[in-house]
């Protein structure tokens, strides 16, 4: 049933935007067999990566209004995907991948006819899951400027189109528009890594913004602001995502867990403003 269930408006899709666009064998080629990691970022074999990255941004709008013409994802050990399903949501995610070559803003829109297309049933949860919040050029892009207009309204709008199934991407989203991930783009990466793109109004936030405003609420000493970047927002006390930070700050330090679990934030802090001042 799930197979049907894409391969009928894939046939109506190729045989209306036929005389439209027309993928090239090598785009093709090199959609189905991209490759994403989390090392390695995006990859696609067999093709030059400047033509590749060129027909992207002069074609992806068709590519998207024919979703339905992407070839199946090839498999990188036998060269199949025996799952229709899993291989049309594969390439699906590999195409998502690649769109995150395009300018900042016309990256929003394509954002905006990626949930258009989930939102229609033509791209499944599973194609939206693997590639949301970016994974290689547009990784955190989301999360620091989660205060730009049109990003709050594609989030609020991919909270109403995903499920809270409990597999994590609800709270990560929702996490997003609140801004709790917005100073955590340096976290695990490596110093020569570059920071992510902002929208025309956004500045970063200093890196570890969080942690360091935990730090001064232990300690009762400030923590002079960086003029490279944009303020530290009091409303987040703890670390992006954390829980037990703000409990920790809110309670008079009186026992003696309380004193070790407070020393152990100082110490992570450090260890944090550290890493900060490489990255930055």
């Not at 093709?47 to 068709?62: A, L, T, V």
């Not at 989203?173 to 976290?187: F, K, P, S, V, W």
């Not at 570890?208 to 300690?219: D, G, K, N, V, Y």
């Not at 934030?265 to 944090?272: D, T």
Request: glycine share 8%; hydrophobic share 40%.
């Amino acid at each position: 049933m799930n197979a049907v269930k894409f391969i009928i408006p894939w046939i109506l899709s190729i045989i209306s935007s036929m005389a439209d666009y027309s993928m090239p064998p090598e785009i093709g080629k090199a959609i189905a067999s991209g490759r994403i990691g989390e090392s390695l970022g995006y990859i696609v074999p067999d093709i030059d990566r400047s033509i590749f990255d060129d027909h992207i941004k002069k074609n992806w709008r068709n590519i998207a209004d024919n979703v339905e013409i992407l070839p199946l994802a090839s498999s990188p050990y036998d060269g199949q995907i025996h799952d229709y399903e899993i291989s049309r949501s594969a390439s699906a995610a590999s195409f998502a991948a690649a769109c995150e070559v395009l300018p900042p803003m016309e990256y929003l829109d394509f954002l905006d006819k990626w949930l258009d297309l989930f939102d229609q049933d033509r791209i499944t949860y599973r194609a939206v899951n693997s590639g949301w919040g970016g994974v290689q050029k547009k990784i955190d892009f989301l999360s620091v400027n989660w205060e730009h207009p049109r990003v709050q309204i594609i989030l609020k709008r991919a909270l109403k189109l995903v499920p809270a199934n409990g597999d994590g991407l609800y709270e990560v989203i929702e996490a997003m528009a609140q801004g709790e991930l917005a100073d955590a783009y340096r976290d695990n990466k490596s110093d020569s890594a570059p920071n992510p793109e902002t929208l025309p109004g956004i500045k970063l936030q200093r890196p570890f913004a969080s942690t360091l405003a935990l730090i001064e609420r232990l300690t009762g000493k400030e923590i002079p602001d960086d003029p490279h970047f944009g303020p530290r927002p009091e409303r987040r006390i703890g670390a992006a995502g954390s829980s037990l930070a703000p409990e920790i700050a809110q309670r008079p330090a009186s026992s003696f867990w309380q004193w070790l679990i407070g020393g152990l934030v100082v110490v992570g802090g450090v260890f944090a403003v550290w890493r900060m001042k490489r990255a930055v």
